[in-house]
């Protein structure tokens, strides 16, 4: 289950998208340029939904929030439209039927709006779709009007399964979590009030390393840190452990976009013609196959096979350990590659069928996760977004053998710190640093 309908937002740009530039098309409004004229709209639509959250209506929002940012959506809209007259001096355009293709926008993208919110809602409540597990944690009013929310206000799409009393002879956080594990609970709520630190920690500690999501029902006490989120289910205040910006589908698209039209491009233009150099030089050197398969964990740590070109001997051993610094298993066209990151770039099918990103936390083999996940705290909160070609970790310098428990960590916390402040700023940026550190040469590239 998931919390939303991986399209439902892109769907909803593209319905406002479609009803506002069909209506520019078909009234009449004198314009010089029409092209100019939809591209404006595009932009502008886009840019004011972005600033102004008019797409992030959560399953608990309620309609006065919807008629809210349908207000400011169209007061920052009609802005917009008539500075379109004065910035590309269209003087043909008629005000009147300007205003009145802003009104027909008005009305018909308020209506589809309003018609999704309550069909989401009626498919939650009838049919019982879109739906979230939860247990609650501790015995109070506001736990009390959490599972009452839970069970009555069916429309959110929440189903309450336990609740987990502290003050219980037999209750353990380890009780809780072999709970979760067992039911597959998708969101855990905590009262603070009645938890001690050392618990909220093992909670936290369980959630991160296990991919479930924790939510704290807060007390009058300071406990908040900034990535905290703060929402409302109905009157009552919930927190977010951590926000994550890639699970709002408008920036997953738009990540998703790029990776495709960029894959492409090196498919294209740099893996048609450098594939049969490469393989023509690997099995001159040494027989066996061109590519090398290995399994290593994604996103929600589902297994997908990682495809690199072939850069040492046939061996046993290339599932269970990294290469080493004069690796006897590395062929000489092999260290070439591996100094160059051209081993990498089958990497790029990866990202086409949607199983790597170009930027991301890099995937480790199997084994590692296993091992990683037991002696590195949080560590598999690095699977909450897919892995990548490159990431923040191996431009800060933990790229390749990991030879001290410092360098898993430091790379732990760099994975995290990218997947809680991703932006396309950030993606782009590392992007330029990997290709520069290509050609600067890598201490670690063996």
């Not at 599932?319 to 160059?340: C, L, N, P, S, Y």
């Amino acid at each position: 289950m998931k919390r939303f309908s991986g399209f439902l937002k892109p769907i909803s740009y593209a319905i406002d998208l479609s009803v506002i530039l069909l209506l520019a098309y078909f009234l009449p409004i004198r314009l010089h340029n029409p092209i100019l004229f939809f591209f404006y709209l595009t932009f502008s639509w886009i840019v004011i939904s972005v600033r102004n959250h008019f797409y992030e209506v959560e399953r608990y929002t309620k309609i006065p929030l919807v008629l809210s940012l349908l207000f400011r959506q169209f007061v920052f809209f009609f802005l917009v439209l008539y500075a379109f007259i004065g910035f590309f001096k269209e003087n043909m355009i008629s005000r009147l039927l300007l205003g009145q293709y802003f009104l027909a926008c008005f009305i018909l993208v308020s209506f589809f709006k309003i018609l999704v919110y309550y069909l989401l809602q009626r498919y939650r409540e009838v049919i019982g779709g879109n739906r979230r597990t939860t247990i609650v944690i501790g015995e109070n009013k506001k736990t009390d009007q959490l599972i009452k929310i839970f069970q009555e206000r069916l429309e959110f799409g929440f189903v309450f399964k336990k609740r987990f009393a502290t003050d219980e002879d037999d209750f353990s956080i380890d009780k809780v979590c072999d709970y979760v594990k067992k039911e597959n609970i998708d969101e855990i709520y905590c009262s603070v009030a009645e938890l001690k630190n050392k618990q909220l920690e093992e909670i936290i500690a369980f959630a991160d390393n296990n991919l479930k999501v924790v939510k704290f029902i807060p007390d009058n006490k300071y406990i908040y840190n900034k990535r905290l989120k703060f929402d409302y289910y109905d009157y009552l205040p919930i927190l977010s452990l951590r926000d994550i910006p890639l699970e709002n589908s408008i920036n997953y698209v738009l990540k998703r976009s790029f990776d495709i039209f960029f894959s492409l491009l090196v498919v294209v233009f740099v893996l048609s013609w450098l594939t049969p150099l490469v393989a023509l030089l690997i099995r001159l050197e040494s027989p066996g196959p061109v590519f090398f398969r290995q399994y290593r964990n994604g996103i929600n740590s589902k297994e997908f096979a990682c495809l690199k070109f072939r850069s040492m001997a046939v061996n046993t051993d290339s599932d269970k350990q990294q290469a080493t610094k004069g690796d006897m298993r590395v062929t000489r066209i092999g260290r070439f590659i591996r100094k160059t990151s051209i081993d990498e770039l089958p990497q790029f099918y990866n990202v086409l069928f949607g199983q790597m990103s170009i930027v991301g936390p890099r995937p480790h083999m199997v084994l590692h996760t296993k091992q990683y996940s037991q002696m590195v705290d949080k560590y598999m909160v690095r699977h909450f977004v897919k892995p990548g070609i490159t990431g923040l970790a191996q431009v800060r310098g933990y790229r390749g053998e990991i030879e001290s428990d410092t360098d898993i960590i430091n790379r732990v916390k760099f994975d995290i710190f990218y997947l809680e402040n991703w932006s396309m700023a950030l993606d782009l940026k590392i992007m330029v640093q990997t290709v520069l550190n290509v050609f600067k040469g890598e201490e670690k590239a063996y």
